[in-house]
């Protein structure tokens, strides 16, 4: 069965300052795919990204990046110079090839401080 | 363009009554999804169509849970006999197809008493 584990609960930091949100995954299947999703305290959950299992390049969107090592199941997301508006809820996700049901990890809480 | 939309944003019952909720997915996605989100934790599926039937429902926790999708296009959840336990946000996602990304509404806040 699939499994999606952030062991993060809860990060704080200060505008400027950059994050590391860990996302840790479990799989049977060579082909999958892995999601980053926002909640932002509206509610609403926002895509940021999605990566096949077959693609380990690293990928960077203007402050987000994203390291995706298969070979320690991980899928890390940066925030670099992190500002107010990024707090919010951050969630890991992966769906396998066989279903296209979204496993969501528990979630890491952003909390930037001016 | 419209994004996926959820009614009502709240809803209040009691224990025992019948529920419904609805879904209006993305113009032209046929893939949607519906998802549980309880306070603090991730979102759980539920069920999945594509088009009009359901591809994957093992997610619904019992029998009192059902949806349908009856033209492809808007869903419902509905949820017999209502439980405190099923107190939760109510989420609905869709999609282009099978792999793509999922877009999600706002949800559905239910709240038994």
């Known amino acids: 069965a699939q499994k999606v584990t952030q062991a993060q609960t809860e990060i704080s930091v200060v505008e400027k300052e950059d994050v590391t949100l860990d996302c840790v995954y479990e799989?049977?299947?060579?082909?999958?795919?892995l999601f980053w999703y926002k909640q932002p305290p509206s509610g609403e959950l926002v895509f940021l990204i999605r990566r096949n299992s077959f693609d380990e390049q690293n990928e960077i969107s203007g402050r987000y990046s994203w390291n995706f090592q298969k070979s320690t199941s991980s899928f890390n997301f940066t925030i670099t110079a992190s500002q107010v508006v990024d707090s919010a809820v951050y969630f890991c996700a992966l769906s396998e090839a066989e279903g296209n049901k979204l496993t969501f990890g528990g979630g890491t809480r952003v909390l930037v401080k001016p | 363009g419209a994004g996926v939309s959820q009614t009502p944003s709240n809803k209040v019952t009691e224990k025992g009554k019948y529920v419904e909720l609805r879904c209006d997915p993305i113009s032209g996605h046929t893939a949607l999804y519906w998802y549980r989100q309880s306070l603090g934790q991730g979102p759980e599926f539920l069920i999945y169509f594509q088009g009009t039937g359901a591809a994957d429902d093992s997610g619904l926790p019992n029998d009192r849970f059902f949806a349908v999708r009856p033209e492809g296009s808007v869903s419902t959840l509905k949820i017999q006999r209502t439980e405190r336990g099923d107190s939760a946000v109510y989420l609905c996602?869709?999609?282009?197809?099978?792999?793509?990304?999922?877009?999600f509404g706002p949800g559905t806040r239910l709240t038994v008493t």
């Open positions: 799989t049977r299947d060579t082909t999958y795919y």
């Open positions: 996602a869709s999609s282009p197809g099978t792999f793509y990304e999922q877009y």
